[in-house]
């Protein structure tokens, strides 16, 4: 019974801090681009947006209820129920029509569902548990999740950007969680504190950047996606939970592989689309809304454009005209 409530505050967190990223998404996509060398102006813009403050608040609610679930089952089987979140994500991405989606988008979502479908079915009539961590392991785990989730954001690992930044913001909230489930076990272990708040804070910038260079369902789909593959593994590998045996651990061995399949899927991003006069794929499109204020930077660019075209007309030269082409003067 412990178990089962704690799987069904799961559902409700992943509900929650999904539909939280989408909110999150479309507030981050209007603001100008943020700069890692400017930190006092990347808080305060998102701190003045309500949109981003409301969905920020959604996802702090839905992840105290996660704790919650921590307390009350293993690690790996809540984040199997948090996985089932990036359906939600889906459907907020697409204003709540699938149809909306790019193949490979719904495709990834149908294998992600699938994955956890198989999942599911590893854990009937299974009892597992999980035990209190060696601090090395912890330690080694933690690490080297960082070090990827750096690696990624700084490097790209050749992914596209916001694919690259939605692993890694992926990877800093997993650290996130693993270390909040060290805190539940209480004594020395709410040191791990210090790494819950690190590992959340940078996770949430990142995932940010990746809001301002894709759609939600890329960057947010692929952070929920390690968010919670990492974990699963962390239970059996760091926290001593076992597979079951027989076919239920194939299946759920299955149930990994398509989450995977599912995350190289989103890691696409959207594909090129041919242009209206059928000469070719259309230059990529931004993601940032056309309200958002241009730069000080851009301001000056169009400032210099403008006072360059004043000087030619003054001299009778020819121009270049907006495609390239040589533009006689007027006479």
Known sequence: ?????????????AVAVNWAYSREHDAAAAMPRFSPRQPRRFVS????????????????????????????APISLVQAVCASGIAVLALASAHGH????????????????????LLALSLVNTHQSDRV??????????????????????????????????????????GGDISAKLVVYGGTWMLAAVAVIACYALGTS????????GDALTGAGLATLAT????????????????????????????????IASAILLARGPLPRANATGDGPEAPQSTVSETRQPTER??????????????????GLASPSPTGAIRKPSR
Do not use: C
């Open 206 to 213: 990142v995932l940010q950047g990746s809001f301002q260079h």
């Open 98 to 117: 699938p149809t909306a989606l790019a193949h490979h988008e719904q495709l990834a979502i149908v294998i992600a569902i699938a994955g956890l479908v």
């Open 133 to 174: 961590p060696k601090w090395p392991a912890a330690l080694v785990w933690l690490g080297a999740s960082a070090a990827a989730a750096a690696a990624l954001a700084l490097l790209g690992a050749g992914l596209a950007r916001a694919s690259a930044l939605g692993l890694a913001a992926g990877l800093l909230f997993a």
């Open 1 to 13: 019974m412990q178990i089962s409530v704690g799987l069904a505050l799961a559902l409700v967190s």
């Open 45 to 72: 813009l998102l701190l003045s947006d309500r949109r981003w403050l409301a969905g920020f608040a959604t996802e702090t609610a839905g992840w105290l209820v996660y704790v919650a679930a921590l307390r009350l």
């Open 298 to 315: 851009e301001y000056a660019g169009a400032r210099h454009n403008a006072n360059t075209q004043e000087r030619v007309k003054g001299l």
């Open 228 to 259: 919670n593959a990492v974990p699963i593994a962390a239970g059996f590998i760091v926290f001593g939970e076992e597979l079951p045996h027989g076919a239920q651990g194939a299946l759920q061995l299955t149930a990994f592989a398509t989450l």
